[in-house]
């Protein structure tokens, strides 16, 4: 028997607002579009080329540096033009200052966001904040293959094994195990997940240094090639850093003897430490995987004075942009991985389960938040 419902009466829509949500339309459909013309934009070289041209370039400038064939040189405004649209650079423009009117009398100058993507020498400032090697690790073809099958993961059987993610299903394997057949992936991908580190440790250490008073020794679980070690070592050389990873980590590190790599696995045992830092950790683990690595975190400090300290999101920021970056990168760990990106209160349900008493947490840097676990 079909069931009757009452007819749905579409929502009163002007032209004006159909024209916009058309533009609004086109602009998701071909937003991927945005991601390829910054991983093409940061291969050409565009942003250093512009920084080492002073910090303004024309057309002319770019074309002579730049290694783009002869005969593909034409197509190189129409790509500035959508880079300056995106708000990646920004250009001065005689006369109307159109967009439409970029060329070859078109200046081009790096905004906040392209200064990010500046490579430079190890003299250059800008080497220790560029982020353009965090871009093209996370824009390979893998992970965008595997973005590719979103909507066939949702109808997936999720009993077997392939579908357990999206990536999976896409790759035949999970991430970890690409990386170590793939030899020139898993070097981009580990230098972009340092500079990220590098960039986000700048800013933890200088606005929020407070969280590692009184911390005599500290233990960065899963803290890959040491990154985030070596910035805490630097800025506070009293405390004694060591990194736990797992063997083919670790392995492959030489260490400068600013930090102690130590083989091993959180899931089982943590050495003793004041405190445990757990950086981009987390997020990539289901619930109760969270609680099992808090559980050993809880048992490798001391009660009272031992801490965890935590960098994750958490989601809910109050600005749009930020908020869109965080529910972005929820989107990108239900790709790659089991995890998820959390609300309060879902940490602090996590925090209860694994026993711990109480936390603060403060916003850090835009989407991040430093939190601090208590026994």
Known sequence: MVENHPAVTMPTTSDKELLQAHAELWNLTFSYLKSMALECAINLGIPTAIHRCGGTAS???LLATLPILERKKSYLPRLMRFLVASGIFTVDVPATGECANVGATSTYRLTPLSCLLVDGDDTDAHQR??????????TNKYHVTAAMHFSEWFTSDEGSASAEMPYMMANGTNPWAIMAR???LNQVFNAGMAADTQFAMNFIVSNCGEVFEGVTSIVDVAGGTGTAARAIAKAFPHIKCSVLDLPNVINSISSDGTVEYIVGDMMSSIPRTDAVFLKYVLHDWKDEDCVKILTQCKKAIPKPGGKVIIVDMVVGSPSKSMFEAQVLFDLLMMVMTSGKEREEHEWGKIFKDAGFSHYKTRPVMG???VTELYP
């Open 367 to 369: 989407c991040m938040a």
């Open 182 to 184: 793939d030899p020139k």
């Open 59 to 61: 057309l002319p400038d």
């Open 129 to 138: 904040t560029s982020l353009s090697s965090f871009v093209l690790s996370q």
